[in-house]
């Protein structure tokens, strides 16, 4: 399955491919895994050690034995070794290494926590951000920056991306090499209630609710829960006239377990207060994050359907799109950044030509069909693919396989365009 049409959502399974997990065999203060190709590692006295022999010192650490998330897991071949380390007094670490025969290396420190699909992409990420120390200004706080790793195709990676595009929802801004709080005072971010969101300047995270807003069980179904103007959500472009629609929202510890909202129950999101169930509401999902040191947090996806006019027309990527193509003569991927950023576009290759894919969502389930795709060539936007209807004025469109749209941006050479749409039909008749 082509990983950058159908991708794996946030639902799965321990065994399931390409990542796989090994549990720890051990009672407390050792830990004994095995990898798939037979290697022995083990985790005691200070030291991780692989076949027996003694390859990295654990002495400046304070490993967590009794942690669930200390695992091994196999990734194209590479074994990673996930240790949690202890903290105090601010929260737990999150210690990756990688494994081999012979050799351990570091290779992420971050932020304890779940490791899985945290954005949507179909990669496994893990990390967040440190406490929040108080600021002595009742109307600033200390910088405190997201660190989160990727893991993809058989390594660990920042995902400054996604670190990014978090640190712009959370604190409402970003600021580069900010790693020490005591040197990055920022005023808190004036959001009262969710109308208040900006939607353009930090960049736009997500399609955004014109409201308040009904969200049903189906199309013209009952009501099960009611959101607030401007809250962020993710769409399904389900018919002409309703959207279905997904997002992220914070639960209790009872609403964990229980997997549902009761009827009445206020909605919160990132701490804020987006909505109100009018019904018994069953979550989509549900996962926590929380660590040896006590309670942290827990969340679950909720969703339903909606009428379009619920949706902010100028809030859709694909209207956004258009608005910034009309402004630039010519579209560089240094121009496109914040939208690129902001809607959590995944940077790819297709042949001779770098692209940038959104996809459905997790409104869709378990796999998610392309979206848009940008296409740049020499770095400058020549076409975009698209599913969903792209009014951009006086640009000529061409049909690709399976339903997808080719809008042309600018004087392009026929000859360049007639190369990408046979890249693009090749790679989408073997998306299966």
């Not at 990898?35 to 022999?53: C, P, Q, R």
């Not at 679950?300 to 619920?310: D, E, F, L, P």
């Not at 061409?398 to 693009?424: D, M, S, W």
Request: aromatic content about 12%.
């Amino acid at each position: 399955m082509a990983s950058q049409i159908y991708k794996t959502l946030v639902l799965f399974t321990v065994l399931s491919f390409p990542y796989q997990w090994v549990f720890s065999q051990s009672a407390s203060e050792k830990l004994n895994f095995k990898t798939t190709n037979g290697l022995s590692v083990s985790v005691h006295n200070d030291a991780i050690f692989v076949e027996n022999k003694r390859l990295y010192d654990l002495h400046l650490h304070n490993i967590i034995y009794s942690s669930k998330r200390n695992r091994l897991l196999e990734d194209h071949g590479t074994a990673f070794l996930f240790l949690e380390d202890d903290g105090s007094p601010n929260l737990d670490r999150l210690l990756a290494f990688r494994i081999a025969a012979g050799k351990v290396d570091s290779v992420a420190d971050a932020i304890s926590s779940d490791i899985r699909d945290i954005d949507g992409d179909s990669y496994l990420e893990f990390g967040g951000r440190d406490l929040n120390e108080v600021h002595p200004s009742e109307d600033s706080m200390y910088y405190i920056p997201f660190d989160f790793y990727e893991i993809r195709n058989g390594k660990i990676q920042y995902d400054s991306a996604f670190s990014k595009a978090k640190d712009i929802w959370v604190n409402g801004v970003y600021l580069s090499d900010s790693h020490n709080p005591a040197d990055f005072t920022i005023l808190k971010p004036g959001i009262k209630s969710a109308s208040n969101i900006p939607l353009n300047n930090p960049p736009i995270l997500r399609e955004r609710i014109d409201g308040p807003a009904n969200v049903r069980d189906k199309i013209n179904g009952k009501i099960l829960f009611r959101l607030m103007d401007n809250v962020p959500v993710f769409t399904a472009d389900s018919s002409g006239k309703w959207f279905k629609i997904a997002l992220e929202v914070d639960l209790s510890e009872d609403e964990y377990k229980s997997h549902f909202l009761a009827k009445d129950t206020r909605i919160f999101m990132n701490g804020r207060e987006v909505g109100k169930t009018m019904d018994r509401l069953n979550l989509e999902d549900v996962y926590s994050d929380t660590t040896s040191a006590g309670y942290r947090g827990y969340n679950g996806q909720i969703a339903g359907y909606t009428s379009v006019k619920n949706i902010k027309e100028q809030s859709l990527p694909e209207n956004c799109l258009c608005q910034l193509i009309a402004q630039n003569n010519t579209l560089t991927t240094e121009k496109a950044k914040d939208y690129i950023v902001g809607f959590r576009f995944a940077e790819g290759r297709k042949g001779r030509f770098k692209d940038f894919q959104l996809d459905d969502g997790f409104v869709e389930g378990p796999y998610m069909m392309l979206r848009l795709d940008l296409i740049f060539f020499e770095d400058k936007l020549i076409a975009v693919v698209h599913r969903r209807n792209l009014v951009c004025q006086n640009r000529p469109v061409k049909q690709l396989k399976r339903g997808y749209n080719l809008t042309i941006v600018g004087n392009q050479n026929p000859a360049l365009i007639e190369e990408f749409i046979k890249e693009f039909n090749s790679f989408i008749t073997h998306a299966d």
